[in-house]
T-cell receptor, first 112, second 109 residues
Framework: EPEVTQTPSHQVTQMGQEVILRCVPI?????FYWYRQILGQKVEFLVS????????KSEIFDDQFSVERPDGSNFTLKIRSTKLEDSAMYFC??????????FGPGTRLTVL | KNEVEQSPQNLTAQEGEFITINCSYS?????LHWLQQHPGGGIVSLFM???GKKKHGRLIATINIQEKHSSLHITASHPRDSAVYIC???????????FGPGTSLSVIP
C-alpha cells in the first residue's frame, strides 16, 4: 500500500538556524499539505500546494516558511530562522480526488 | 464560529460500550474524513465519505450532506480504541482540508 514518507523523523536545531523538512507524497496525488502539531495541542494547517504553487496558507505560515516541490517527487518545508515556538511535529499529507487523505509519520522538530 | 465542530470533546467509555462521535460543519464540502491519532502517534485515515455510510470492522461512519453532519460509531469498544478522533472536511475548492478540534476517547477495561 502506498505511503507518504517524511525525513528526518527527528530534527534538533539551534534557534536561528534553517531547517528543511522533507516529504515524499503519493506519486499520483495532486494536493499536498503541511500541518503542525505542538505537543498536547490540536493539528494546525500550515499550507496547501497544488499545481506547483501555494494555493492557501495560514497565518502561521509567515515569511520564515517556504515550500517547494523541486523535483516532482519531494515536497519540502523550509523554516529559514527557527524560533523556540517552532518546536512541534510537522506532518505532510497528500490527496487527490476521491482518495483518502494520507499523512506521513511526521518529523519532530526541536528548537533549542 | 469554527467551520468544523465535534462533540463530545472528551469521552470515557467502558470496554464493550457503543460509542458515537459527532461532527458538524458549516461549509460546502466535497468529502469528509475521519482520522485517528493514538497518543504520541501519527495520523491515520479511517474513512473518506462523500455520502451515505461506510463500515470497516467495528467502525461505522455516516454522513448526512443536507444536515452537514457526520457520525463515527465504534461498536464493542476496546482499550486499543483509545485515541483522538478527528473529523476533517475537504472544502469544495480543495484549497484546504479543515480539521475539527478532535474527540479524545479513553476506553477503560
Amino acid at each position: 500500500e502506498p505511503e507518504v514518507t517524511q525525513t528526518p523523523s527527528h530534527q534538533v536545531t539551534q534557534m536561528g538556524q534553517e531547517v528543511i523538512l522533507r516529504c515524499v507524497p503519493i506519486s499520483n496525488h495532486l494536493y499536498f499539505y503541511w500541518y503542525r502539531q505542538i505537543l498536547g495541542q490540536k493539528v494546525e494547517f500550515l499550507v496547501s500546494f497544488y499545481n506547483n504553487e501555494i494555493s492557501e496558507k495560514s497565518e502561521i505560515f509567515d515569511d520564515q516558511f517556504s515550500v517547494e516541490r523541486p523535483d516532482g517527487s519531494n515536497f519540502t518545508l523550509k523554516i529559514r530562522s527557527t524560533k523556540l515556538e517552532d518546536s512541534a511535529m510537522y506532518f505532510c499529507a497528500s490527496i487527490t480526488t476521491g482518495t483518502a487523505l494520507l499523512f506521513g509519520p511526521g518529523t519532530r522538530l526541536t528548537v533549542l | 464560529k469554527n467551520e468544523v465542530e465535534q462533540s463530545p470533546q472528551n469521552l470515557t467509555a467502558q470496554e464493550g460500550e457503543f460509542i458515537t462521535i459527532n461532527c458538524s460543519y458549516s461549509v460546502g464540502i466535497s468529502a469528509l474524513h475521519w482520522l485517528q491519532q493514538h497518543p504520541g502517534g501519527g495520523i491515520v485515515s479511517l474513512f473518506m465519505l462523500s455520502s451515505g455510510k461506510k463500515k470497516h470492522g467495528r467502525l461505522i461512519a455516516t454522513i448526512n450532506i443536507q444536515e452537514k453532519h457526520s457520525s463515527l460509531h465504534i461498536t464493542a469498544s476496546h482499550p486499543r480504541d483509545s485515541a483522538v478522533y478527528i473529523c476533517a472536511v475537504e472544502k469544495t475548492s480543495y484549497d484546504k482540508v479543515i480539521f475539527g478540534p478532535g474527540t479524545s476517547l479513553s476506553v477503560i477495561p
